[in-house]
């Protein structure tokens, strides 16, 4: 079996601008999103069949604002709001893990081992001390700036164990 595929850039944007409906641009980021930085910022775990985790996509609380809101076509200012307030509404929560579900598509390759989401973390559910860590860690892992047709940018982060 091999190992389990770092999506591209392209592929990011492809499987969101085909849930969202709208151009989704990606440009390289300086730095990975921090789980620290805001308790708000999402994790989400994708585990093999066997139960191993095997990825995990980070997005800071402007992208899942910004996806969130997008995917409920909900306004742009819902999303700045949220950003605002530093809170992530749980309509927008609930539309941005629905992307990060999706997003386990992009890890199943041929060959691969099958991947699917486990858990969502962020808000009033803290990423365990294991998740922050490896979020922290070194490892293959794809950080980009994603920009949402009329919603704007936020971070988002892939690594893979």
């Known amino acids: 079996m091999s190992v389990t595929p770092l999506p591209t850039a392209q592929a990011m944007c ?31 775990t994708y585990v093999t069949n066997e139960g191993r985790t095997a990825a995990l996509i980070l997005a800071d609380l402007a ?33 941005v893990a629905e992307v990060l579900n999706v997003a386990a ?13 486990a858990a969502v973390y ?15 860690g070194s490892g293959p892992r794809l950080d980009l700036e994603l920009d949402v047709a009329g919603y704007g940018t936020g971070g988002w982060s892939v690594l893979l164990r």
């Open 122 to 136: 962020g808000g009033d559910v803290p990423a365990p001390a294991e998740v922050a860590a490896w979020a922290k």
């Open 105 to 117: 598509s992009l890890f199943n390759a041929d060959g691969a081992p099958h991947l699917r989401l």
């Open 14 to 44: 492809e499987l969101v601008e085909g849930l969202l409906g709208r151009t989704v641009e990606a440009h390289p980021a300086h730095r990975g999103v921090d789980l620290a930085k805001n308790r708000e910022n999402l994790a989400g």
């Open 63 to 95: 992208a899942a604002a910004r996806l969130g809101a997008a995917l409920g076509l909900a306004p742009r200012s819902a999303a700045d709001a949220a950003i605002k307030d530093g809170l992530l509404p749980v309509q927008l929560g609930e539309n």
